[in-house]
């Protein structure tokens, strides 16, 4: 695993620790299709969320959710879509979150949690 992968593989479990602790459910991790991938899909409560993580080692390029762009985000869109019909989840509601992981050099690595991006 290169070290870019690796740092992606950090946030995401990081961002899944997270979640559990916070009484949410993990349904899946990393699914993927020929369309994309789908990093994380937890379930808050009534609520399917599908979760796109993004980590960076500094702020020094941006905040790590400024790479959630328009396409990023219909492309989201679309990749709930064909993994509600590949699982046949039927849940009440459905919404696409983002987090930014930030892992500085010294200290706590920052999560910021934005919900209904897409």
């Given at each position: 695993m290169n070290s870019r992968a690796a740092v992606g593989r950090f946030g995401e479990d990081l961002?899944?620790?997270?979640?559990t602790a916070d009484g949410w459910e993990v349904v899946a991790r990393n699914w993927r299709?020929?369309?994309g991938e789908i990093d994380l899909i937890a379930r808050e409560g009534d609520c399917l969320v599908i979760i796109e993580v993004k980590t960076r080692r500094s702020v020094a390029y941006g905040s790590p959710l400024e790479a959630?762009?328009?396409r990023k985000?219909?492309?989201?869109?679309k990749l709930t879509a064909l993994w509600l019909q590949a699982s046949g989840e039927r849940a009440v509601a459905v919404r696409i979150d983002a987090v930014g992981v930030v892992i500085p050099a010294s200290g706590a690595p920052v999560l910021d949690h934005q919900r209904g991006v897409a």
């Open positions: 961002v899944a620790r997270r979640l299709c020929p369309e959630i762009t328009p985000a219909a492309r989201l869109r």
